[in-house]
């Protein structure tokens, strides 16, 4: 059987695993197995953090809306429901928005919600 020589392959596979811990910290980026455990955990980090952002800015556009709404005398849960009820089809994203940059628009949006 021939004898297997690897050296291309090897430095192939750690040009890709340094490449991967570009920017880390002291032997995070240079060391082969400190780098290969921190790639494979900033890889988990990355694979889950894609879940937890989507659930972050939806709290984050409800905290807005909510203090949004308080300053017009009505509390989230209230707002929410009485846009639903008057059949507004508005994602929680645009209204944070409008909570933001059109103060005046989202008071008219309070207005429907009570009404």
Sequence with gaps: MPRVKRAVIRRKRLQKLFK???GFFGGRKNLIRTAVNAVQKARQYQ????????RDFRRL?????????????LSYSRFIGGLSSAGVEVNRKMLAQIAI???QGFTELVAVARG
């Design 61 to 73: 556009w409800i905290v807005r809306i909510n203090a949004a709404a308080r300053l017009n005398g």
């Design 101 to 103: 940059e059109d103060p």
């Design 20 to 22: 991967a811990s570009k």
């Design 47 to 54: 694979y889950r953090d894609r879940r937890t952002r989507k």
